[in-house]
């Protein structure tokens, strides 16, 4: 069965600091796609990136990087100078191929931005 | 705007009552899903379907029915509610090729049992 870990439940962060969210995950299949999602105090899901298991290249857009590493089962998130509007949960999500394309959800981390 | 719609988006029950939440999508998805969050606990997949007709199981089924009779529509069914069930409940949906484009979420219900 395929298993999502996010170990930090929450982080504190001082604004314009860096701070990165980890992501392990666990699966038996060799095609397979990761999500970042981030949830707002305002309740809503935001997608914020798709990555297959076949593309480990790094992905920096704007503030936001990600680091897929493979060989460690892990998918990772940083963001640079962190905002205020920074301030959310932060989900990591795993969806196998076939059976539905489900998604699995990891725990979450939540992220408080202060000034 | 097209997107996945959840209806109602609150809703307090008292125990045993019944209700229904709605989903409708209109990107002419394939795949449907029902999830419940909890503080926690992340999302966790109650239902899930892979075409008008079909329903299976997720990790978390029990005290939930569904039905998917069009393939636009995919409702959760609670038929004696529980105060176990006061959750955020999120629908998606998604493409059998899931493509570009991932899933897409509803805006959530936040249910109450009491």
């Known amino acids: 069965a395929q298993k999502v870990t996010q170990a930090q439940t929450e982080i504190s962060v001082v604004e314009k600091e860096d701070v990165t969210l980890d992501c392990v995950y666990e699966?038996?299949?060799?095609?397979?796609?990761l999500f970042w999602y981030k949830q707002p105090p305002s309740g809503e899901l935001v997608f914020l990136i798709r990555r297959n298991s076949f593309d480990e290249q790094n992905e920096i857009s704007g503030r936001y990087s990600w680091n897929f590493q493979k060989s460690t089962s892990s998918f990772n998130f940083t963001i640079t100078a962190s905002q205020v509007v920074d301030s959310a949960v932060y989900f990591c999500a795993l969806s196998e191929t076939g059976g539905g394309n489900k998604l699995t959800f990891g725990t979450g981390t939540q992220l408080k931005v202060e000034l | 705007n097209a997107g996945v719609t959840q209806t109602p988006k609150f809703r307090v029950l008292k125990t045993g009552q019944s209700m229904t939440l709605l989903c409708a999508q209109d990107?002419?998805?394939?795949?449907m899903y029902w999830y419940r969050q909890d503080p926690g606990m992340g999302l966790r997949l109650i239902h899930y379907?892979?075409?008008?007709?079909?329903?299976a199981k997720g990790e978390v089924p029990d005290g939930y029915n569904v039905s998917r009779l069009k393939k636009q529509n995919f409702l959760l069914g609670l038929e004696s509610a529980a105060p176990s069930q006061t959750s955020v409940y999120f629908c998606a949906s998604s493409l059998r090729d899931r493509g570009s484009y991932g899933y897409t979420f509803g805006s959530g219900t936040r249910l109450t049992v009491v």
């Open positions: 379907s892979v075409g008008e007709g079909t329903t």
């Open positions: 699966t038996r299949d060799t095609t397979y796609y």
């Open positions: 990107m002419n998805h394939e795949y």
